[in-house]
């Protein structure tokens, strides 16, 4: 309901804030892709995090920010306490991943670095993906 009545002010922000969470979600699908399937090309999984996650999340972050300064929600509610959340915690989560696989760049040899890229990635997707569908379903 609460779309309905959205002022057209709101749709600039609100794009891009959907346009940074939809390319977060796909870098991460493709980084589990990448780092589960051929672990041999790191160099684009270390390219996929620095290039696509990072200005992905950061677009989405900020955008989100943007968009919650100009609406006024009342109350506090829990769908956008998980999006705060996923994404306060993502930025964590995104630079651990980044040192791990660039470390895992500088010594091919080991297999550790891609299998704890893809294990954190996995998980932070599936953390996004409980995010989107809270703040699309509104379930509060």
Known sequence: MLALVRPDSWNFPLFLHVLGAAVLFGALGATVIIATRAPALRRLLVRTIAF????????MRFAGQWLDSREDIPGDPSWLGVGFLVG????LLLVITALIAWRGLRHPERRWPVRAVAAISG?????VFIAMWAMTTKPD
């Open 52 to 59: 696509l996650e990072l200005p992905a999340w950061v677009l």
């Open 123 to 127: 998980l932070y997707l599936i953390a």
């Open 88 to 91: 306060d915690a993502g930025l």
